[in-house]
């Protein structure tokens, strides 16, 4: 056939087709008379082939590529509902990833349990250690914070529910800040994620280890321990995942190192998505549970034991089984 | 037709590899599991540092209207405000990419989306990946990193486009208007023509308006031996006449 021939017999039909495309770019919703799409787009496949195969214009073929470009990119466009896949991930997927990647996620614990136990420990036996990576007004400012003598902890001495909502927003924009910062700086090498867990494990050895020391203990430890839980576990989970970048760079194995990179990320980046979720939780602990003062910090110990024994639990129990949540 | 002739020719003219040339343009292939390949064009670093300063003006603004409402507020505007900056800075990329097919305003601007290596559309996991590792993109100052690797791949991604797999392209949405032939009478070629040659006659002809008589006689010249007559305007002419032939006739019953 030829070209004009085969430009005159279709003409209406990529012309309906361009049509479909516009409404389906606009729309998010799925429209019962888009049920046609499907064999339409695969009809303007043929048509390409065909175009291409008998050598026709060049205009015609760029013309037949955009709308099989446009096309393909509805055709395959992503329906799936984020609220199942969220369910499907927390019920499933998350627990089951840590586990399955639990050597980075053990390296990043060392490396940010052991610096924060080990600054920990020699502050506490050293107290002026805590001015060597401490501001002394940082270090005035945070004995202030956790005097037994306020009223009510945290950030600020006296505080309401709109202070309590302030510091929601503040937790969130400061630890997913953090978080996402270790696991982005995975990509050097990482060297960054590295830094990030040895910095913040020392930062917090130092707090934990010099309020302790002064007597402090009681406000800092109940304070701490409930969203501690999610708070910590989560920046480690961060470094692993920016761990595992660094290390499919320094070690691809078979892989070309950008293939390396691309496969390790897309796994570390389910664990960040955890990640964001746990720390949305402990931003909400922190901010409305840790710095009550009505409940006596004994009942706070017990609270935030049974917080780091459902974590443990999460992450070692749960997803186990072979079928998939519905 | 005298086949001495063009069997003759062919030798002069040493006929191109029926195998297509590797393209000398930056484009990217991708095979659909349609059986086609799509064409795409990823897009360099000027369109898409422009995309990304009106993404970044657009924020920047919006968030200092968005203090200047809040201060109003007290400290319950104030945590707001600060959820809202950390919804903003991490998560504006993201959301607009996934939810606007690719684009956020600035690259609808541009006319840029943003696409999985296979041409698909871009996911929450791989967006999210992407905007994240924008974190070391710019460092250590100002995208020295993204900037140099861009440059440095083919197909002009940053780290965080290497990472998730993604591309930034062009969008393509031009509505076919196929340029008129200019008048000849239809002829059949004087020899067998490969497919990219009958492309390369065809485009020719479409092409005539942007190009100037001296550079289409100059064009015409080369095949000139393949006609009797050695006159640049009437090989021009006869060429014409072969497209015209290629495309056939507009009312016609299919051969």
């Known amino acids: 056939m030829k070209q004009t021939q085969f430009e005159q017999r279709y003409q209406a039909h990529w012309h309906a087709f361009a049509l479909q495309l516009e409404s389906l770019e606009k729309s998010q919703a799925c429209d019962p008379a888009h049920r046609s799409f499907a064999s339409a787009y695969r009809q303007i496949c043929q048509h390409l082939a065909l175009a291409q195969a008998r050598g026709y214009s060049s205009h015609l073929i760029d013309h037949l590529q955009r709308l099989a470009l446009r096309g393909h990119r509805q055709f395959y466009r992503h329906r799936s509902s984020l609220p199942g896949q969220l369910a499907g991930f927390l019920l499933q997927g998350f627990p089951r990833l840590v586990r399955q990647q639990w050597r980075s996620v053990l390296l990043a614990s060392l490396l940010f349990y052991g610096s924060l136990l080990l600054m920990g420990g020699l502050v506490y036996s050293h107290p002026e250690l805590v001015y060597s990576i401490m501001e002394p007004s940082q270090v005035s400012d945070m004995e202030q914070m956790y005097d037994p003598a306020a009223r009510r902890i945290g950030k600020l001495a006296e505080r309401d529910s709109n202070d309590d909502w302030m510091m929601f927003g503040h937790y969130i924009m400061n630890n997913i800040g953090i978080a996402f910062q270790t696991f982005a700086s995975g990509l050097l090498f990482g060297l960054g994620s590295l830094f990030f867990l040895l910095f913040n494990g020392l930062m917090i050895g130092a707090v934990a280890g010099h309020l ?83 409940a006596s910090s004994s009942l706070k110990y017990w609270v935030g034991a049974a917080l780091w ?18 | ?200 006659l065809i485009a020719f002809a479409e092409r005539h308006e942007q190009l100037s008589t001296a550079r289409r006689q100059e064009l015409a010249t080369i095949v000139s031996p393949l006609f009797d007559d050695a006159d640049p305007a009437a090989s021009e002419q006869a060429l014409y006449g072969i497209a015209h032939g290629l495309l056939g006739p507009a009312l016609d019953t299919p051969s």
């Open chain 1, 212 to 294: 302790t020391r002064i007597g402090y203990h009681d406000t800092f430890w109940s304070f701490v321990i409930g969203h501690g839980a999610f708070e910590l576990t989560a920046i480690t989970l961060a470094g692993a995942a920016g761990l595992q970048l660094g290390w499919a760079l320094i070690a691809p194995g078979r892989h070309a190192r950008s293939e390396a990179l691309r496969l390790a990320a897309a796994q570390a980046v389910k664990l960040v998505a955890g990640v964001i979720i746990m720390l949305l939780i402990a931003a909400f602990v922190e901010a409305y549970w840790s710095s009550m003062t009505l």
């Open chain 1, 309 to 326: 024994l459902l974590v443990a639990i999460y992450f070692l129990a749960v997803g186990r089984g072979t079928h998939a949540p519905d």
């Open chain 2, 1 to 200: 037709m005298p086949c001495n002739r063009g069997c003759g020719l062919s030798q002069t003219f040493a006929p191109p590899a029926a195998a297509a040339q590797p393209a000398l343009d930056s484009c990217y292939q991708v095979e659909t599991p349609e059986g086609i390949d799509l064409q795409l064009r990823p897009a360099g670093i000027v369109p898409r540092a422009l995309a990304y300063t009106i993404d970044l003006l657009i924020r920047v603004l919006t968030l200092l209207l968005l203090f200047t409402l809040l201060a109003f507020l007290g400290r319950f505007g104030t945590g707001l405000g600060l959820i809202l900056t950390f919804l903003i800075t991490w998560w504006y990329m993201v959301l607009f990419e996934v939810l606007n097919q690719g684009r956020t305003p600035g690259k609808y601007w541009m006319g840029l989306s943003v696409v999985h290596d296979d041409g698909t559309p871009v996911g929450w996991s791989a967006s999210l990946l992407r905007n994240l590792l924008r974190f070391v993109d710019i460092l250590p100052f100002g995208y020295t990193l993204g900037l140099l690797s861009c440059l440095n791949h083919p197909a002009f991604k940053r780290l965080g486009d290497i990472a998730a797999g993604t591309l930034v392209v062009y969008r393509e949405t031009t509505l076919f208007s196929r340029p008129p032939l200019p008048e000849a009478i239809p002829q059949r070629p004087p020899l067998p023509l490969h497919l990219d040659e009958q492309r390369a």
